[in-house]
């Protein structure tokens, strides 16, 4: 009854107020013309992938310094990698490092687009060669790339064909004879291009810096896309002198003079502890890149930065840095967030052996190391040699091994004649009875003790012989009868 009157029309409606997001557009400010790097021109258009009118949806980024431009990228680990990310890591394997322009769209993410997708990209990297100009005969002999120079970017919805024949028309508007060319260097033109990188974004990601290096000052901007579909897990392209160890884009512009392979091991650096580093939903995209240009534009002739250098492990910091501050946009910027999440994780291990505090080693390449070559019964157990590997610097953890081994503070103990009975009973943690060294140890796989088996904790299945009706055999060795129904044995 009272189940009925819950539902009767007299009852009350509930109403659920649901508080508005609130806005976000104070990320994003002006920003003085002085604080971009010199020797890029750059715009965004309007071509018709997006179907409101007047938005932005096509990026152009040019250098146009006289000295070669070196690119780095970082691109997605998706399975189904889209066709511009195939595209671009074609383009920096055959220049080894060199690229002087991207080309970006949002709108569509020219993903799942099978060979008319790859065609479509080629298409948009050769019309946006054409927008740049050659460079010195001094200088083109210090560029070996002397096939494609531009980077391509899509972002959008997954699984349409692009409007090949609007980006292109697009692409030919922005030659230097065209009247209605729109690149520029000034904040108007940074801006307009971070407008065509955004999909679901609220507002433009863009931001400038300014560091020094050996006394002279150099400048860094960036910009970067990204609300929903946000988990990026990102690697560096495969390029000649190999790798190193919605969407997320992202691109970053310095006047630096630097090496390629300098600048990708930097990128791959900040990349690690900046946009991998972070998470809106949880689904990796099919598109994620991030890229870095380095026009050279700032230094002076013949000073180019090297990897090993003190420079370059400052360049690299205020790189990775950089990074985390457009990664951190992106995560503000999360489709329905409303609060922003830092976890910081400390991890400091120690192995207390004979009074001593002697750190672990916890690099996952320390903990995975090959000790089983000790002579030692029962190590490895036979069924998992093949299941470790060989670490570079196994020297630290075998030392570990070796001392915990011998310690006269560990009690051994041999359970058969099996090699695998024998185990190792280690001792207790000081005010812990509940935890044991072994959790602590670097090879603690090899101090687990062995798989005990399991007691029968159920009756024994009868016989379907057994019972209290008819007659049956016992199953007691050395005795031969029947039973009746009143339990009575009767020899035989």
Not at 162 to 169: T, Y
């Given at each position: 009854m009272s189940f009925k009157r819950l539902l009767s029309s007299s009852a009350s409606p509930i109403t659920l107020t649901l508080k508005p997001t609130p806005s976000k557009a104070h990320h994003h400010h002006p920003l003085p013309a002085t604080a971009f790097p010199s020797g890029f021109l750059l715009g965004g258009l309007h071509v018709g992938v997006k179907k409101a009118a007047g938005v932005p949806d096509l990026a152009i980024i040019l250098s146009t310094s006289s000295t070669p431009t070196a690119a780095a990228a970082s691109f997605t680990r998706n399975?189904?990698?889209?066709?511009?990310?195939l595209v671009s890591e074609d383009v920096l394997q055959k220049s080894g490092g060199w690229a002087r322009a991207l080309v970006v769209n949002s709108g569509c993410a020219n993903a799942v687009t099978g060979r008319k997708g790859l065609e479509d990209a080629w298409k948009m990297v050769e019309e946006t060669d054409a927008l740049l100009s050659p460079l010195s005969s001094s200088n083109s002999n210090s560029n070996p790339n002397t096939g494609k120079e531009t980077l391509v970017m899509s972002t959008g919805v997954i699984g349409q064909l692009?409007?090949?024949?609007?980006?292109?028309?697009g692409i030919r508007s922005q030659a230097s004879t065209s009247p209605t060319r729109v690149l520029g260097a000034d904040f108007s033109s940074w801006e307009n291009a971070a407008k065509a990188f955004m999909t679901t974004d609220t507002f433009p990601k863009l931001r400038a810096r300014t560091f020094v290096l050996g006394g002279r000052e150099y400048r860094m901007a960036g910009m970067t896309k990204g609300a929903g579909m946000i988990h990026p897990n990102m690697a560096p392209a495969k390029t000649e002198f190999g790798p190193l160890h919605a969407t997320l884009l992202g691109c970053i512009m310095t006047d630096l003079a630097i090496n390629p392979r300098s600048l990708q091991s930097a990128l791959t650096y900040a990349v690690d502890r900046s946009f991998n580093s972070i998470s809106v939903d949880g689904d990796m995209s099919t598109n994620d890149t991030i890229c870095v240009l380095a026009n050279g534009a700032a230094a002076p002739d013949g000073l180019v930065l090297e990897e090993g250098t003190q420079e370059y492990e400052i360049f690299k910091e205020e790189l990775t840095v950089f990074a985390a501050d457009l990664a951190k946009l992106?995560?503000?910027?999360?489709?329905?967030?409303?609060?922003?999440?830092?976890?910081?994780?400390?991890?400091?291990?120690?192995?207390?052996?004979?009074?001593?505090?002697?750190?672990?080693p916890t690099n996952r390449e320390h903990q995975r190391t090959k000790t089983h070559t000790a002579s030692h019964p029962g190590y490895p157990p036979p069924h998992s040699s093949k299941q470790h590997c060989t670490a570079k610097t196994p020297s630290l953890s075998y030392l570990f091994f070796i001392l915990h081994l011998f310690s006269p503070l560990t009690q051994h103990k041999q359970l058969g004649p099996h090699p695998r009975s024998y185990r190792l009973r280690p001792l207790l943690i000081k005010n812990q009875p509940h935890k044991s060294i072994r959790h602590l140890h670097p090879i603690r796989r090899y101090l687990r003790p062995p798989r005990a088996r399991k007691r029968r904790t159920h009756p024994r299945r009868r016989s379907p012989c057994e019972g209290d009706n008819g007659i049956g055999r016992f199953r007691a060795p050395g005795r031969v009868g029947y039973r009746r129904?009143?339990?009575?044995?009767?020899?035989?």
């Open positions: 399975t189904f990698r889209a066709a511009p990310v692009l409007p090949i024949d609007a980006i292109i028309s992106v995560v503000r910027d999360g489709e329905g967030a409303t609060k922003f999440v830092t976890v910081t994780v400390k991890v400091r291990l120690y192995y207390p052996i004979w009074g001593l505090q002697l750190p672990i129904s009143g339990g009575e044995v009767l020899d035989v």
